[in-house]
């Protein structure tokens, strides 16, 4: 079974952001979940693409403590078999602290390892979302009067959430760059 099919199966329909249309090439519009007044807009979209809102998914802090941010977690991903890239993202409305970012982004990755062994165990298919990129993204300042995109991305991959791609005043954000993709 397919990737994307097991994904479809598996996370309900209220957990998903659905893709619109422009010109003919898909997009999301991406909503901070306590400013419904800031959001980013991510173009042209594999047409696999599921986007998953991560907040959806209810905090394990009836089980875990929470003292090292284990309960916290990001507000999206978008999930990509044809590109075979997971990216992971977090919204800001203006900026946050970076060591609070990076912990969402660490509990959005455990909730996908947890999809991940999930689609093993109960649909038996070994190899779900393997080999796939992961792409770790904090888009901020995005309730804020649009200015001119600033990418802070250093050398390295932003393959870690410690070294995720930092973009402020979000204007035309592009699937492929964000997975590091090329144009």
Not at 23 to 52: C, N, W
Not at 152 to 181: C, S, V, Y
């Amino acid at each position: 079974m397919m990737d994307m099919d097991i994904l479809s199966q598996m996370i309900r329909d209220t957990a998903l952001v659905p893709l619109q249309e422009d010109y003919g090439k898909p997009l999301v519009r991406l909503r901070e979940p306590q400013a419904p007044d800031s959001s980013a807009t991510i173009r042209s979209l594999p047409a696999d693409a599921i986007v998953i809102k991560v907040d959806a998914f209810r905090s394990p802090d009836d089980i875990f403590k929470g003292l090292h941010g284990e309960c916290k977690r990001a507000d999206y991903v978008i999930i990509s078999a044809e590109r075979k890239c997971i990216l992971y993202i977090e919204i800001k409305r203006t900026k946050d602290a970076w060591n609070q970012i990076v912990k969402q982004l660490m509990g959005t990755q455990c909730f996908i390892k947890y999809c991940q062994e999930v689609g093993k165990v109960f649909w038996d298919e070994s190899s779900f979302l393997a080999g796939y990129k992961n792409r770790f993204i904090s888009i901020s300042h995005t309730g804020i009067p649009k200015r001119r995109t600033r990418v802070k991305r250093e050398k390295k991959r932003h393959d870690t959430p410690d070294r995720a791609m930092k973009i402020d005043w979000p204007h035309h954000l592009q699937f492929n760059q964000l997975a590091g993709l090329g144009a």
